[in-house]
């Protein structure tokens, strides 16, 4: 079983920076298939932001693409997620999401992150 843990999010004023963090706990993410981050605004359906498979490779959804950068240090276990030039459309609450090879997937339990001047 993979236990997920979401830090860093916050409030940040159009065009910050944040950097979210994903630690993981019963599972070395480096034998993790997959790892997403997904987010949901208020009265919005869940999306995927980015994701990051156990070979490093990296997708983006359009409208992030360019400001957003996925990595993941498996020494840390840890995945992070570095949000730049961020627009107020970027609030919402962050998910990280555990894909391994077998079902099930795991989630965490989400941090905010509230862009606004």
């Known amino acids: 079983q993979v236990q997920l843990a979401e830090y860093g999010g916050g409030l940040v004023q159009p065009g910050g920076s944040l950097r979210l963090s994903c630690v993981a706990s019963?599972?070395?993410?480096?034998?993790?298939?997959?790892m997403n981050w997904y987010r949901q605004a208020p009265g919005k359906a869940r999306e995927q932001v980015c994701g990051?498979?156990?070979?490093?490779?990296?997708n983006y959804a359009d409208s992030v693409k360019g400001r957003f950068t996925i990595s993941r240090d498996n020494a840390k276990n840890t995945v992070f997620l570095q949000m730049d030039r961020l627009k107020p459309e970027d609030t919402a609450v962050y998910y990280c999401?555990?894909?391994?090879?077998?079902?099930?997937?795991?989630w965490g339990q989400g941090t905010q992150v509230t862009v606004s001047s």
């Open positions: 999401n555990a894909i391994p090879a077998q079902p099930p997937t795991y």
């Open positions: 019963g599972s070395s993410i480096s034998s993790i298939y997959r």
């Open positions: 990051i498979t156990s070979d490093g490779l990296t």
